[in-house]
């Protein structure tokens, strides 16, 4: 590269002072054609975090020859300023494979710009705008960019005050999309009193080939919600790629039937192709845990389980104790924030000496008494 490097050039050419960790990016870099990373996290930035007068001298940098296939741009104060700059990198780059933009003060009219520059982009594998308010108008230019790109392979658009009617947008076009393979929009929807939303990701599952992974955290989801998402997944059968479903912070109870009845089919069917199942912060309690626990009885799918802080006590602690134990593939389980007593620690003393299980939690006994300990 020399001794200037095109980012001090530019910086030179606009009389600014160059950014300190970007030019030691760019030194670390010296001598590689690709694959290095360029990380601008304002939450590890100790000479302040970047403005939009930053991201378009690095936008006019990065549109010369450059290593980077990472830029993290995440937690900086890059707002509307920086839209025609975003959009100019998004259209002329052909190197970056990962651009995150999480948490900065993009709004809906930035997105737009951004989406415009990346429908001819066919380098870029993986978008992250999570935690800014991008809208409905947002949501609806990126169900747009999705038409049109299908090189893109990871998304993520959680906290982004999307309204229904983008999500429902962007559930139908990922649903026959060719490249998705991680999609998340936990927290996306800025407020919702139904589950239309939820109905549309189900269908999505049920057509879709190429999604491994999920995330619907903190999305409303109920037990009617569970009930669409399962049986889709039942009826795309071993079509579907789907490897984890995360549901973190809903209100999934397994109290319906029909919830009940679709989900054990579901985790029951040799086709069932499901790996991790996340249910962090829902509403499970014992009737929940007792049921969950038989299902895990007839799975053999399930590599990793997530059952933290669901108000679940010791019947059902004992319950899922026994169905773990027996269980032929499981190697990951979470349980912390539930109520353990003496007796259900016990149960699980024998679960906690296998070798196979990553738990995130133990027992101890003190004066006869057991007692859960985080790991």
Do not use: P, W
């Given at each position: 590269m020399g001794a200037e490097n095109p980012y001090e050039a530019v910086c030179i050419a606009a009389n600014m002072r160059p950014r300190r960790h970007i030019m030691d990016a760019y030194a670390a870099a010296a001598g590689l054609e690709a694959g290095a990373e360029l990380r601008c996290s304002g939450s590890k930035l100790a000479?302040?975090?970047?403005?939009?007068?930053?991201?378009?001298?690095?936008s006019e940098a990065l549109l010369q020859v450059h290593p980077f296939a990472l830029l993290d741009l995440s937690y900086n104060e890059i707002a509307s300023g920086s839209g025609s700059a975003l959009k100019d990198l998004m259209l002329g780059d052909?190197?970056?494979?990962?651009?995150?933009?999480?948490?900065?003060?993009?709004?809906?009219?930035?997105?737009?710009?951004?989406?415009?520059?990346?429908?001819?982009?066919?380098?870029l594998r993986e978008l992250r705008l999570s935690g800014n308010k991008l809208g409905g108008v947002g949501g609806m230019a990126i169900a747009e960019?999705?038409?049109?790109?299908?090189?893109?392979?990871?998304?993520?658009?959680?906290?982004?005050?999307?309204?229904t009617g983008s999500l429902v947008?962007?559930?139908?076009?990922?649903?026959?999309?060719?490249?998705?393979?991680?999609?998340?929009?936990?927290?996306?929807?800025?407020?919702?009193l139904h589950e239309e939303h939820i109905e549309h990701f189900g269908r999505m599952l049920a057509a879709n080939t190429t999604l491994?992974?999920?995330?619907?955290?903190k999305c409303g989801v109920s037990d009617r919600g569970m009930l669409m998402l399962a049986a889709a997944l039942r009826k795309a059968g071993t079509s579907s790629a789907l490897r984890a479903l995360r549901l973190r912070a809903n209100s999934v109870r397994l109290a319906?039937?029909?919830?009940?009845?679709?989900?054990?089919?579901?985790?029951?069917?040799?086709?069932?192709?499901?790996?991790?199942?996340?249910?962090?912060?829902?509403?499970?309690?014992?009737?929940?845990?007792?049921?969950?626990?038989?299902?895990?009885?007839?799975?053999?799918?399930?590599?990793s389980l997530h059952l933290g802080s669901n108000s679940i006590n010791s019947r059902g602690l004992c319950a899922l104790a026994h169905a773990v134990g027996l269980h032929p593939s499981l190697q990951s389980l979470s349980l912390w924030g539930n109520r353990f007593d003496s007796s259900a620690c016990l149960a699980w003393r024998p679960v906690?000496?296998?070798?196979?299980?990553?738990?995130?939690?133990?027992?101890?006994?003190?004066?006869?008494?057991?007692m859960p300990v985080r790991r």
């Open positions: 000479e302040g975090r970047m403005l939009d007068v930053d991201m378009t001298l690095l052909n190197r970056l494979l990962s651009v995150d933009l999480a948490c900065n003060e993009l709004d809906a009219k930035t997105c737009v710009l951004i989406c415009k520059g990346l429908k001819e982009n066919r380098t960019l999705l038409q049109a790109n299908d090189t893109l392979q990871r998304l993520y658009l959680a906290n982004c005050d999307l309204d947008a962007i559930a139908t076009v990922v649903a026959q999309h060719a490249s998705i393979a991680v999609l998340d929009v936990q927290r996306s929807l800025a407020s919702s491994k992974e999920l995330d619907l955290s319906d039937e029909g919830a009940v009845d679709v989900l054990g089919l579901l985790l029951s069917s040799a086709d069932c192709a499901l790996q991790s199942l996340d249910l962090t912060g829902n509403d499970l309690r014992d009737d929940g845990a007792l049921v969950l626990a038989e299902m895990l009885m007839a799975n053999a799918s399930l590599t906690l000496g296998a070798a196979k299980l990553e738990l995130d939690f133990t027992a101890q006994e003190v004066d006869g008494v057991y």
